[in-house]
């Protein structure tokens, strides 16, 4: 059985809502369940994160920088400002591929909203 990783990037504070909306708007667009959120190590302190995992009932899988780097050949999007401010392009896409494991393929490329990005992956579980 696959496993889908809601990938996201994140501003500081961004509210819990904005996420969650991002989600359910980018599992619905894939016909999917999200299994779990994913996002870069770096994002650990939001709360906006941990309380959109916790209202949509899924974990949060961290992504370490090195994983996040790796990832970024397998991202169809990019973005010079992600990319000047953290040193990746591909935040949500990297993050749903490196947590969704090796084989992983993207789902959802990544969708915006005014604070948040999401992108989703399958990987094999």
Avoid: H, N, W, Y
């Avoid at 490329?109 to 579980?125: F, Q, Y």
């Amino acid at each position: 059985m696959s496993i889908v990783i809601a990938g996201v990037g994140l501003r500081r504070d961004c509210p819990a809502d904005e996420i969650v909306a991002l989600v359910r708007r980018a599992a619905a667009s894939a016909g999917r369940e999200v299994s779990a959120l994913a996002a870069p190590s770096f994002k650990e302190a939001e709360t906006g994160l941990r309380e959109a995992a916790a209202e949509l009932g899924v974990a949060v899988l961290l992504v370490t920088e090195a994983d996040l780097a790796a990832a970024q050949a397998g991202c169809l999007t990019r973005s010079a400002v992600a990319e000047r401010a953290v040193g990746v392009a591909s935040v949500a896409e990297g993050s749903a591929l490196a947590a969704a494991g090796s084989g992983a393929r993207l789902l959802l490329a990544r969708i915006a909203g005014p604070s948040a990005t999401c992108a989703l992956a399958e990987g094999p579980g």
